[in-house]
Every structure is written in C-alpha cells, then in structure tokens.
C-alpha cells in the first residue's frame, strides 16, 4: 500500500469533517449527513482498486 493512498483518505477525512461540523452549526443537518455519505463513497472509491489487488495477490498466494 503506497503512503499517498493514506494520505489522499486521511486528507477526504479532515474535509468531510469540517464540512460536516459547519453545516451541523448552520443547522443544516440532511446536507451534513449527505456530505458524510459522499465523504465515505470517495473514500470507498479510492479502495476499490487496493482491494482488487489484495484479492489477487491471496489468490496468486493459494493457486486459485
């Protein structure tokens, strides 16, 4: 796993945060929570790919 995946997650993290806690304060809560559900679509975009080649790594390991 490469250091700018983490980074990239964290850095989508720190965003969704700020902008989560912004929008609570404004009493907007549905877009908060909207904000947090793309926040963690990104995130899982992101992963996809790392996944994918997790499982192809344990099947090259087991001879699948």
Known sequence: MEI????KIA????IVAVLNL???RAEREEQAMMTTLAGLIVVLMLLVDE?????????????L
């Open 51 to 63: 996944i994918g080649a997790l499982f192809d790594r344990i099947k090259s390991v087991f001879g």
């Open 22 to 24: 912004v929008l609570r």
């Open 4 to 7: 700018d995946l983490v980074f």
């Open 11 to 14: 850095g989508a993290g720190i």
